[in-house]
């Protein structure tokens, strides 16, 4: 049974993919092996199948398909992640080949395995020696995410670790399965295809330049000289992409290559892809099987295993595979290209019948040990052996937690005299990616926000990031521009609208808040000059940020017209927006969740507050309390709306990739909530968001960095993503700086408890 097979624990559930039948190619047989030899081997053990799809809507794909992926739909890999995740799955194993997954090198295939928990372990059907950058970088990635992977061998292990630095403790070597058939005598089936009479030498395989039939053709004068009644069956259909790229003239050229050698009658090209017991059928009805191959480093032949496994005296250049497969005598090797070698050897086991039926017994024997139930139990033993070393999360009750002090430390590794870089690869700023005006607008708040910063400091630094957004007002355009290179070369002549409302934001913060009166004098004569802006536009975000500026520099200005007038033009627009997208399900202002969502109420709560509107404030309410009750996970912690939710009809919001600015945004919007109703269930709301940055999450991992005041970019499935770019930080401190303000720093904060609605 099961258990005394794996040795290890009860294993229900699996998830495969890889190419599936009817799809024609050697991989969409291995896999489609494969499942039926786990099928009948165990079959307690439900096994999900996830078909890579060259050709949506061609494959009549059977019910053993759970599902498939598009192999250039990035969304669809992402979605099939989703869909692994929630399936119950234990373990993942996932079939390799270069050229069956999409992006460069077939990355695709990692951004699904970086979006599941459960263990992987990677069949590798190619390992390459002197693999191309992307090459290198996918099975890097690989690697990486694997828990246990599989080549077919000895070989595909040594080139995984001196090429690639794997562990080897990481690789397992199981060779490629075969059917399990008796060794019969090749005459008794020779009638069924019309080779009665005949001394038959077979190369099965998709036809290509690399297959090496070119030495086969030229070895057969030799060959029919001494043994008139011998014919050389080439089987396969020519392979796809060379038919796609020159039809089939590479056939047409070894026919006449035949014939040019005077022995067309004794060869004979079967085209078409031949399902896969008539395949074995053929193997058995052959007296010799050959594999010319002109590639020394191809590591893994199923045609050579299924031969071996049916018992065939085996003529083949030493490739990989074969030097492995065919050693001590199990088979017979000739120098790549050497048809006068592939002569000799062909014409001695014609000639012998008692060598031939002795190789036959050996190739047989050997073949024993790899029929496809010893795979389904090699295979099943380590998966169970990845899931058992699996690392347990304890999730422990969940502790009373305190607020962390403001720290300006990682905003200043972040900033030069320029103004604050945005992204970090792990701490080091990356100076490739430049400047935008999002994270200095945002680092120019938080110098208001640092009440305990030192003034020195905070006058540089002040004087730096609005110089910042100084320098990115474009008078021709009337728009700031976002993106600055390093050399401090603008990107563009006008930023988006969503920055463009976001610096409107921060000038209203900075005349509201800031320390120095040269400051908000600067950022209110900054906003009078371009606070009209406001008036053109269109994205809903946008609008809200330059309702939250305009609503700070009113309480800088009371009676400031501009400010009002921002103020008055875009709440109806977001009233009208939200009756035609609600729903009983839906209380929400698009038909789709984004970045940022806790704004758009925050923003309708302070219009509602300066105008006097209290139809704004109750609207902003309600839909701040919908979008809380989204932001939680079944045990009531906060989870922020992650980006792969981004821009999904009606849809309900996924758990990854979650982002510090959606934890700062709730946190800002709930602080806005409590202040204006006074009710006690705002502000364990907005805890609980601060909690999520000290490690209230779903994967218990704090991502702020305490030590230095750096915050992680995200959640992942697997971990923390954990460089540290500007938008994180800031979110962090600015979160800190709310909190704060709030907080008595020895109250502890209820970041586990969920807000009373």
């Given at each position: 049974m099961m258990s005394e097979v794996v040795g290890t624990g009860t294993i229900e559930r699996l998830a495969m993919i890889g190419n599936f039948l009817p799809r024609q190619c050697g991989l969409a047989t291995f896999t489609t092996d494969v499942y039926g030899a786990m099928r009948d081997r165990f079959p307690d053990v439900q096994v999900d199948v996830y078909a890579m799809d060259d050709h949506v809507g061609r494959y009549d794909y059977p019910a053993a398909v759970t599902g498939t992926i598009p192999e250039r739909d990035l969304s669809a890999y992402l979605d099939t992640a989703r869909r692994i995740e929630a399936s119950g799955a234990q373990a993942l194993w996932l079939q390799h080949e270069y050229g069956i997954y999409g992006g460069p090198a077939g990355e695709h295939i990692l951004a699904l395995l970086d979006r599941t928990t459960m263990p992987v372990i990677v069949t590798l059907h190619t390992v390459l020696e002197r693999p191309s950058a992307d090459e290198r970088r996918v099975m890097e990635g690989l690697l990486r995410r694997a828990a246990r992977v599989v080549v077919m061998a000895e070989r595909g292990r040594e080139i995984l670790t001196r090429v690639y630095g794997a562990n080897p403790r990481q690789i397992a070597m199981i060779p490629h399965g075969v059917p399990d058939r008796a060794l019969i005598d090749p005459d008794t089936l020779k009638e069924r295809f019309g080779w009665q009479g005949r001394r038959v030498v077979l190369t099965f395989g998709l036809l290509a330049p690399n297959k090496g039939i070119e030495t086969m053709i030229a070895a057969l004068p030799a060959v029919v000289e001494r043994h008139p009644d011998a014919l050389y069956v080439v089987l396969g259909a020519t392979h796809p992409?060379?038919?796609?790229?020159?039809?089939?003239?590479?056939?047409?050229?070894?026919?006449?290559?035949?014939?040019?050698?005077?022995?067309?009658?004794?060869?004979?090209?079967?085209?078409?892809?031949?399902?896969?017991?008539?395949?074995?059928?053929?193997?058995?009805?052959?007296?010799?099987?050959?594999?010319?191959?002109?590639?020394?480093?191809?590591?893994?032949?199923?045609?050579?295993?299924?031969?071996?496994?049916?018992?065939?005296?085996?003529?083949?250049?030493?490739?990989?595979?074969?030097?492995?497969?065919?050693?001590?005598?199990?088979?017979?090797?000739?120098?790549?290209?050497?048809?006068?070698?592939?002569?000799?050897?062909?014409?001695?086991?014609?000639?012998?019948?008692?060598?031939?039926?002795?190789?036959?017994?050996?190739?047989?024997?050997?073949?024993?040990?790899?029929?496809?139930?010893?795979?389904?139990?090699?295979?099943?033993?380590?998966?169970?052996?990845?899931?058992?070393?699996?690392?347990?999360?304890?999730?422990?009750?969940?502790?009373?937690?305190?607020?962390?002090?403001?720290?300006?430390?990682?905003?200043?590794?972040?900033?030069?005299?320029?103004?604050?870089?945005?992204?970090?690869?792990?701490?080091?700023?990356?100076?490739?990616?430049?400047?935008?005006?999002?994270?200095?607008?945002?680092?120019?708040?938080?110098?208001?926000?640092?009440?305990?910063?030192?003034?020195?400091?905070?006058?540089?630094?002040?004087?730096?990031?609005?110089?910042?957004?100084?320098?990115?007002?474009?008078?021709?355009?009337?728009?700031?521009?976002?993106?600055?290179?390093?050399?401090?070369?603008?990107?563009?002549?006008?930023?988006?609208?969503?920055?463009?409302?976001?610096?409107?934001?921060?000038?209203?913060?900075?005349?509201?808040?800031?320390?120095?009166?040269?400051?908000?004098?600067?950022?209110?004569?900054?906003?009078?000059?371009?606070?009209?802006?406001?008036?053109?536009?269109?994205?809903?975000?946008?609008?809200?940020?330059?309702?939250?500026?305009?609503?700070?520099?009113?309480?800088?200005?009371?009676?400031?017209?501009?400010?009002?007038?921002?103020?008055?033009?875009?709440?109806?627009?977001?009233?009208?927006?939200?009756?035609?997208?609600?729903?009983?399900?839906?209380?929400?202002?698009?038909?789709?969740?984004?970045?940022?969502?806790?704004?758009?109420?925050?923003?309708?709560?302070?219009?509602?507050?300066a105008l006097g509107r209290d139809d704004l404030v109750a609207c902003g309410l309600s839909t701040l309390r919908w979008i809380c009750d989204k932001q939680t996970s079944p045990e009531g912690r906060f989870r922020a709306v992650g980006t792969e939710s981004f821009h999904r009809p009606y849809a309900e919001p996924l758990q990854f990739d979650q982002q510090p600015l959606e934890a700062q945004a709730t946190v800002d919007a709930c602080l806005t909530a409590h202040a204006q109703t006074n009710d006690a269930a705002w502000l364990a709301e907005a805890e609980r968001a601060y909690g999520w940055f000290l490690g209230h999450n779903d994967l218990d991992l704090p991502l702020a960095s305490v030590a230095d005041g750096g915050c992680f970019d995200g959640l992942m499935p697997t971990g923390l993503n954990r460089n540290q770019g500007a938008e994180s930080i800031l979110a962090l401190q600015l979160a800190n700086c709310a909190i704060s303000r709030v907080s008595q720093a020895q109250r502890p904060v209820a970041g586990a408890e969920r807000a009373a609605a």
């Open positions: 992409n060379l038919v796609a790229h020159e039809g089939e003239k590479y056939r047409d050229r070894l026919k006449a290559l035949a014939a040019e050698k005077g022995v067309a009658d004794n060869v004979r090209f079967l085209d078409g892809f031949v399902e896969h017991d008539e395949l074995i059928d053929y193997l058995q009805a052959a007296d010799i099987y050959a594999t010319p191959y002109s590639n020394p480093a191809q590591i893994t032949s199923g045609t050579l295993s299924y031969a071996i496994g049916v018992g065939k005296p085996v003529v083949s250049t030493p490739y990989v595979h074969a030097t492995e497969i065919l050693a001590d005598g199990h088979g017979v090797l000739v120098d790549f290209g050497d048809a006068a070698a592939f002569a000799r050897e062909i014409d001695r086991l014609l000639s012998s019948d008692r060598d031939r039926g002795r190789l036959a017994e050996r190739a047989y024997a050997r073949g024993r040990t790899m029929i496809w139930p010893r795979l389904a139990e090699a295979m099943l033993a380590e998966t169970a052996a990845a899931i058992a070393a699996q690392p347990r999360r304890i999730v422990a009750a969940p502790a009373a937690i305190r607020p962390i002090a403001p720290d300006f430390a990682a905003v200043e590794r972040m900033s030069d005299a320029t103004g604050m870089l945005q992204h970090s690869i792990y701490s080091i700023p990356d100076r490739r990616h430049g400047y935008c005006i999002d994270d200095n607008a945002r680092a120019l708040m938080l110098v208001s926000a640092m009440r305990d910063l030192d003034p020195v400091a905070r006058d540089k630094w002040t004087t730096i990031y609005a110089s910042f957004v100084q320098y990115a007002w474009n008078p021709d355009k009337r728009r700031f521009r976002n993106f600055m290179n390093f050399d401090r070369t603008w990107c563009e002549d006008e930023g988006s609208e969503d920055s463009n409302g976001r610096t409107l934001w921060a000038l209203g913060v900075t005349a509201r808040d800031a320390q120095e009166g040269k400051h908000r004098d600067w950022a209110g004569a900054m906003f009078d000059s371009t606070g009209s802006i406001a008036f053109d536009l269109q994205s809903l975000r946008a609008q809200a940020f330059a309702m939250l500026g305009a609503a700070a520099m009113l309480e800088a200005k009371p009676g400031h017209e501009l400010s009002r007038s921002i103020l008055a033009k875009f709440p109806d627009v977001h009233l009208a927006l939200l009756d035609a997208a609600r729903r009983p399900e839906w209380q929400w202002f698009e038909i789709v969740l984004a970045y940022d969502n806790a704004r758009l109420p925050e923003a309708l709560i302070r219009a509602g507050a």
